[in-house]
């Protein structure tokens, strides 16, 4: 199956995703990871990072290999092209938009979190406003984490996908 993520920065996304992908022994492919990869080879960024993503989640479903997608993914086009993979793969497909409800809680996570990708420079929380995130178009499986524990949004979230 192909599990997409998106969702702003410090909104728990990627907390998310790196736990569903260790329940289900799934390749995690992080487009921050990417990103920063081909920064540090001296590359431009630009849509680089999703096309590799793009290519890798393809190969991995190809092996029969449970994908999670992890993202921003801020626009239709790289959401539709996310689970065009998906359709074309064969496999279930689930999107899901993880937000920070209380934005105060959230301008606290930008502001005091760490990287964890060496060179990675995290966005500040005005970045984080000003970012271009349009809204879905279609239903997905939303997940408010403001004042919850990870391990809450976690089961919720898993109680919403196959086991």
Same mark, same amino acid.
């Given at each position: 199956?192909?599990?997409?993520?998106?969702?702003?920065?410090?909104?728990?996304?990627?907390?998310?995703?790196?736990?569903?992908?260790?329940?289900?022994?799934?390749?995690?492919?992080?487009? /921050?990871?990417? &990103?920063?990869?081909?920064?540090?080879?001296?590359?431009?960024?630009?849509?680089?990072?999703?096309?590799?993503g793009?290519?890798?989640?393809k190969?991995?479903?190809?092996?029969?290999?449970?994908?999670?997608?992890?993202?921003?993914?801020?626009?239709?086009?790289?959401?539709?092209?996310?689970?065009?993979?998906?359709?074309?793969?064969?496999?279930?497909?689930?999107?899901?938009?993880?937000?920070?409800?209380?934005?105060g &809680?959230?301008?606290k996570?930008? &502001?005091?979190?760490?990287?964890?990708?060496?060179?990675?420079?995290?966005?500040?929380?005005?970045?984080?406003?000003?970012? /271009?995130?349009q809204?879905?178009?279609?239903?997905?499986?939303?997940?408010?984490t403001?004042?919850?524990?990870? /391990?809450?949004?976690?089961? &919720?979230?898993?109680?919403?996908?196959?086991?």
């Amino acid at each position: 199956m192909l599990i997409i993520f998106s969702g702003l920065p410090g909104s728990g996304k990627s907390t998310l995703a790196t736990a569903v992908a260790r329940r289900y022994s799934a390749v995690h492919i992080r487009i /921050d990871t990417i &990103e920063q990869a081909m920064r540090d080879a001296g590359h431009e960024v630009d849509v680089g990072g999703y096309l590799v993503g793009y290519a890798m989640a393809k190969d991995n479903l190809r092996l029969g290999q449970t994908v999670v997608a992890d993202s921003v993914n801020p626009i239709p086009e790289t959401r539709d092209a996310w689970r065009d993979i998906g359709i074309t793969a064969g496999v279930q497909t689930f999107e899901i938009e993880v937000i920070c409800g209380d934005p105060g &809680e959230h301008q606290k996570r930008v &502001e005091n979190r760490l990287p964890d990708i060496v060179n990675l420079q995290l966005p500040s929380w005005t970045d984080v406003q000003a970012r /271009d995130y349009q809204s879905w178009n279609r239903a997905v499986i939303k997940l408010d984490t403001a004042g919850r524990p990870v /391990d809450d949004c976690v089961a &919720e979230l898993m109680s919403k996908l196959p086991q």
